[in-house]
């Protein structure tokens, strides 16, 4: 094998590291799923369901390997039980941003700096169900070239989409596409004058390919290069051979950021990502609804005073759709949380959770699952044993988090739902049983911190009634008499 090539560093029945860690308010959080990871920095990208009815996570690891990021792979049961772990790479940077399940294995798309070029190419590699590579291919100019979404279409070819410098020198959105082997068909590179990429891609069933992605922006997992002026939400529609048939901008005056495209059920597509123009704050989650010519239908944004990044998006058997990405307007102890919103095929939000701990955690990708909740991945400081690891969540249909230690559906310590939300009438406060027993506060303030509402709430029926209350978006305060007990904080909607 040639020495520039990635190499395969698999590790069978990786500990995931699970368990209480502590804090420095001294109140101990229980890890809210399953943590990947060592000592450095290890980040979840994507995450795909297997054909055994698993997962595999896909991202980036410093942990395993003594040069820089390697592929890293973990593929778990439904239950949560590691079955291996594989890292893949060479004496530079390798990323796996992107995979998907086929027959007999998995396709993953990302980017390596091994393979004799200056700089990135786009890596495509497929792999068996034990993880082992049975080919791999790569793709570029030369001069900087990046995988972000691999699908398969309909007649077994591969769709790549990434980003090139080789058309350029700003960037363009870069697709490939290539046969079932990997062996490229043709490539097309689209963009404007400043740099312009894509993150998601889909097939429509006339064979025709839906783009989305961002004019004049630079992506970089969730934040934006603000030197940029303007920067929309874009969406491009092309042949099965790759000529454009249109292409449409969605945003107004400020930054406006497309990651995630899905086809609607009643026609038209779901444009997701992240907005300046819309919302609440400095970021806000944006969801459009566009018909089959690219027209915008409606939107919808979600978010606070603070920013929140829209990341992924997937749809479960019953058309609603799960929004993922990352807060800080409701992050614990102020720090960037994931953020999960359930909502109908209007873009109403049926339910929503914060996920995560005193530090940093990015949320990076969703899948619905066949029992209509979902799963997401992505990278957290607040657990795990590293600087970064990897953190994956199992959350049932109605906002619950699944403990996957021991298949048991049941609320964690540090976690808390209010049912509805939103509310119109009359809410109830769910906490897990040993929470339940004390009385508690109910603060309900405005996004700019004003205080509305208190509420003095006698366990264990901890209900509160918002009529008399305008419609609006509210910040809710949950606090007990013991100053030492947890505070829970996050959003609440009133209809």
């Not at 995931?16 to 809210?32: C, E, K, R």
């Not at 400043?194 to 970089?220: C, P, Q, S, V, W």
């Not at 400081?381 to 959350?395: A, E, P, Y």
């Given at each position: 094998?040639?020495s520039?090539?990635?190499q395969?560093r698999?590790?069978?029945l990786?500990?995931?590291?699970?368990?209480?860690?502590?804090?420095?308010?001294?109140?101990?959080?229980?890890?809210?799923?399953?943590?990947?990871?060592?000592?450095?920095?290890?980040n979840?990208?994507?995450l795909?369901?297997?054909?055994?009815?698993?997962?595999?996570?896909?991202?980036?690891?410093?942990?395993?390997?003594?040069?820089?990021?390697?592929?890293?792979?973990?593929?778990?049961?439904n239950s949560g039980?590691?079955?291996?772990?594989?890292?893949?790479?060479?004496p530079h940077?390798?990323?796996?941003?992107?995979?998907?399940?086929?027959?007999?294995?998995?396709?993953?798309?990302g980017d390596?700096w091994?393979g004799?070029?200056p700089?990135?190419?786009?890596?495509?590699?497929?792999?068996?169900?034990d993880?082992n590579?049975?080919?791999?291919?790569?793709?570029?100019t030369?001069?900087?070239e990046?995988?972000?979404?691999?699908?398969?279409?309909?007649?077994?070819?591969?769709?790549?989409l990434?980003?090139?410098?080789?058309?350029?020198?700003?960037g363009d959105?870069?697709?490939?596409?290539?046969?079932?082997?990997?062996n490229?068909?043709w490539?097309?590179?689209?963009?404007?004058?400043?740099e312009?990429?894509?993150?998601?891609?889909?097939?429509?069933?006339?064979?025709?390919i839906?783009i989305?992605?961002?004019?004049?922006?630079?992506?970089?997992d969730?934040?934006?290069?603000?030197?940029?002026h303007?920067?929309?939400m874009?969406?491009?529609?092309?042949?099965?051979?790759?000529?454009?048939?249109?292409?449409?901008l969605y945003?107004?005056?400020?930054?406006?950021?497309?990651?995630?495209?899905?086809?609607?059920?009643?026609?038209?597509?779901?444009l997701?990502?992240?907005?300046?123009?819309?919302?609440?704050?400095?970021?806000?989650m944006?969801?459009?609804?566009?018909?089959?010519s690219?027209?915008?239908?409606?939107?919808q944004?979600?978010?606070g005073?603070?920013?929140?990044?829209?990341?992924?998006?997937?749809?479960?058997?019953?058309?609603?759709?799960?929004?993922?990405?990352?807060?800080?307007?409701?992050?614990?102890n102020?720090?960037a949380?994931?953020?999960?919103?359930?909502?109908?095929?209007?873009?109403?939000?049926?339910?929503?959770?914060?996920?995560?701990?005193d530090?940093?955690?990015?949320?990076?990708?969703v899948?619905?699952?066949?029992?209509?909740?979902?799963?997401?991945?992505?990278?957290?400081?607040s657990?795990?044993?590293?600087?970064?690891?990897?953190?994956?969540?199992?959350?049932?249909k109605?906002?619950?988090i699944?403990?996957?230690?021991?298949?048991?559906?049941?609320?964690l310590?540090n976690?808390i739902?209010?049912?509805?939300?939103?509310?119109?009438?009359t809410?109830?406060?769910?906490l897990?049983?040993?929470?339940?027993?004390?009385?508690?506060?109910?603060?309900i303030?405005?996004?700019?911190?004003?205080?509305?509402?208190?509420?003095?709430?006698?366990?264990?029926d901890?209900?509160?009634?918002v009529?008399?209350?305008?419609?609006?978006?509210y910040?809710?305060?949950?606090?007990?008499?013991?100053?030492?007990?947890q505070?829970?904080?996050?959003?609440?909607?009133?209809?």
């Amino acid at each position: 094998m040639n020495s520039n090539q990635p190499q395969i560093r698999k590790k069978t029945l990786l500990l995931a590291f699970i368990g209480l860690v502590m804090v420095h308010t001294g109140i101990s959080q229980n890890n809210p799923g399953l943590t990947f990871g060592g000592s450095n920095n290890d980040n979840g990208y994507a995450l795909c369901l297997t054909q055994e009815g698993g997962y595999i996570i896909s991202g980036a690891s410093r942990s395993f390997t003594s040069n820089a990021d390697d592929i890293y792979l973990n593929k778990i049961s439904n239950s949560g039980n590691l079955i291996w772990s594989m890292t893949y790479g060479g004496p530079h940077q390798d990323f796996a941003r992107s995979i998907i399940s086929i027959d007999g294995g998995f396709l993953l798309l990302g980017d390596v700096w091994d393979g004799g070029d200056p700089r990135t190419s786009m890596y495509l590699c497929k792999l068996d169900l034990d993880g082992n590579k049975l080919w791999d291919k790569q793709f570029g100019t030369g001069y900087d070239e990046k995988g972000f979404k691999v699908k398969q279409a309909a007649n077994g070819d591969f769709l790549l989409l990434g980003y090139s410098r080789g058309y350029d020198l700003v960037g363009d959105v870069f697709l490939v596409r290539t046969d079932n082997l990997g062996n490229e068909l043709w490539h097309n590179s689209y963009g404007y004058d400043r740099e312009d990429y894509a993150m998601d891609i889909l097939e429509n069933e006339d064979g025709t390919i839906m783009i989305a992605g961002t004019k004049n922006g630079f992506f970089n997992d969730v934040h934006a290069d603000y030197e940029r002026h303007d920067a929309d939400m874009l969406v491009i529609k092309v042949e099965s051979g790759g000529q454009e048939i249109w292409r449409q901008l969605y945003g107004l005056d400020n930054h406006d950021f497309g990651y995630s495209i899905k086809k609607a059920q009643d026609g038209g597509y779901y444009l997701f990502g992240s907005s300046q123009s819309y919302g609440e704050g400095s970021f806000d989650m944006l969801l459009i609804k566009i018909n089959e010519s690219g027209v915008e239908e409606w939107h919808q944004s979600y978010g606070g005073p603070e920013y929140e990044y829209g990341m992924s998006l997937d749809l479960n058997q019953n058309n609603e759709l799960f929004l993922f990405g990352t807060t800080k307007s409701f992050g614990q102890n102020s720090s960037a949380d994931f953020y999960l919103i359930k909502s109908d095929d209007q873009g109403n939000a049926l339910w929503e959770i914060t996920i995560g701990g005193d530090n940093i955690d990015y949320g990076y990708s969703v899948v619905a699952t066949a029992d209509s909740g979902c799963a997401v991945v992505g990278s957290s400081q607040s657990f795990g044993s590293g600087m970064f690891d990897v953190l994956f969540v199992k959350i049932d249909k109605n906002g619950l988090i699944e403990n996957l230690m021991n298949g048991i559906d049941t609320l964690l310590d540090n976690q808390i739902v209010i049912a509805p939300n939103p509310v119109s009438n009359t809410g109830h406060i769910l906490l897990n049983e040993a929470n339940m027993t004390a009385s508690r506060t109910l603060e309900i303030k405005t996004i700019n911190g004003s205080l509305i509402k208190k509420y003095r709430l006698t366990a264990p029926d901890l209900s509160f009634n918002v009529m008399g209350l305008p419609a609006a978006i509210y910040v809710y305060t949950l606090y007990s008499d013991d100053p030492s007990a947890q505070v829970f904080r996050g959003k609440l909607i009133v209809r």
